[in-house]
């Protein structure tokens, strides 16, 4: 069967699909005993991973590195929950299709991405279906559970004169303790200090310019499928592989993307943006002083019309409360306090591996170029600090 009817197949039989996650991380062993409600398992701090190099040689080193890693995450993260063994050549003939679109918009990341097809011995098609997560989670209805909490403030907001970036990062607890950080060594332009996954090699970030971006989920599910382009990992690697906020807002303008999402990016110079997408529409907007984003949040993709107050998520309307009552005491310390806060992070005891928490927290400092992470449940573990001068952490 030709590529075109797969996809077509592929997105006609996933519209059904609810989105759920199985059988990977630290709760693997424990899923016999999922209806006890129980404390969070034990996870290490999170490690840091250097790869270097050319392109091709960058995706050959982390194929190799995290070959087992990937395909677990392959088929515990994408074909078991999204597809099944029938539909497996549908959702990799989706893939191939968009492979082509990524080659012609970024040949870096599509070298990148062949590096580690042969790093990881997998196929092309598979590391592009990883990518394509985000796309794959929108398919039908998505489960009732909390999402990730993204915000940034700089100046005036901020009392330190720095511009903060940062998120809870709220994902399956099949997946606690499986994240890590690399430090992306460039020779073509800025190096990349990122929080990542088995195959998503850039989840959340900051370059080594300055420019950081994170990034929530979001409904839209008005639109039943996504279309053939650049997956949501692809189009956020490619965004910090620019050396300015205003080229990373450019290239996601020319971008055709697949799915669905809402970023917040700032830079060293203070300059705060929210992005937001679907396959069918983009919105840009530009803030001064602070910003946050759950789900969408700007007037063209809420179809709120001006004048009047756009009806932000519950959580997100709370996290503009308190950035507004912090307005001019912003600093590090208070950024973590609200990324920390229990109204905004989800805590609670686990009963199964399937339930969403906040895994983890991330708060990137453009103006000093480092990034402060801490384990969930957050609040109860150190921040560590990373930097682009050392391939060690600090708490």
């Not at 994408?78 to 080659?103: N, Q």
């Not at 990992?233 to 971008?255: F, G, N, P, S």
């Not at 001006?306 to 590090?332: D, F, I, W």
């Amino acid at each position: 069967m030709k590529a075109n009817l797969n996809r077509r197949a592929f997105l006609a039989q996933t519209g059904g699909y609810v989105a759920a996650a199985t059988g990977l991380g630290l709760l693997q062993a424990s899923q016999s005993h999922a209806v006890e409600e129980r404390a969070w398992p034990k996870a290490g701090d999170l490690p840091l991973t250097v790869i270097k190099g050319k392109p091709r040689e960058r995706g050959r080193q982390y194929g190799e590195h995290f070959a087992d890693a990937i395909a677990r995450f392959l088929e515990n993260e994408i074909v078991k929950p999204f597809g099944s063994s029938t539909k497996r050549e549908d959702m990799l003939a989706y893939g191939a299709e968009c492979s082509h679109v990524i080659k012609e918009y970024s040949p870096e990341i599509f070298d990148e991405l062949e590096g580690m097809a042969e790093g990881s011995r997998l196929k092309l098609e598979e590391l592009v279906a990883v990518t394509l997560h985000e796309e794959f989670y929108h398919q039908g209805k998505l489960p009732k559970a909390d999402h990730c909490t993204a915000i940034a403030a700089g100046p005036p907001d901020t009392d330190d004169k720095n511009t903060y970036v940062g998120q809870t990062w709220d994902w399956f607890m099949s997946l606690y303790g499986v994240s890590q950080m690399l430090l992306w060594q460039r020779n073509e332009g800025p190096s990349l200090l990122t929080y990542a996954y088995p195959g998503l090699w850039v989840g959340a970030g900051m370059n080594s310019e300055g420019l950081a971006f994170c990034w929530t989920s979001t409904h839209g599910l008005d639109i039943p499928s996504p279309r053939v382009g650049i997956p949501s990992y692809v189009l956020i690697a490619h965004m910090l592989y620019q050396k300015t906020l205003k080229d990373a807002v450019e290239e996601v303008r020319r971008a055709k993307h697949a799915g669905w999402f809402t970023i917040v990016l700032a830079d060293g110079q203070g300059k705060l943006a929210n992005i937001e997408g679907s396959p069918k529409d983009l919105a840009v907007e530009y803030h001064e002083g602070h910003l946050a984003r759950v789900y969408y949040g700007s007037r063209k993709m809420t179809g709120t019309p001006e004048g009047k107050p756009v009806p932000y998520h519950e959580r997100c309307q709370l996290m503009y409360t308190m950035l507004e009552k912090s307005k001019g005491k912003l600093n590090a310390e208070a950024m973590q306090g609200l990324l920390s806060d229990k109204k905004i992070c989800s805590c609670q005891a686990v009963k199964e591996p399937r339930e969403v928490r906040t895994l983890d927290a991330m708060l990137f400092n453009t103006t000093k170029r480092e990034a402060l992470v801490t384990r969930g449940p957050v609040g109860e573990h150190p921040w560590q600090r990373f930097t682009f001068d050392e391939a060690k952490s600090r708490k």
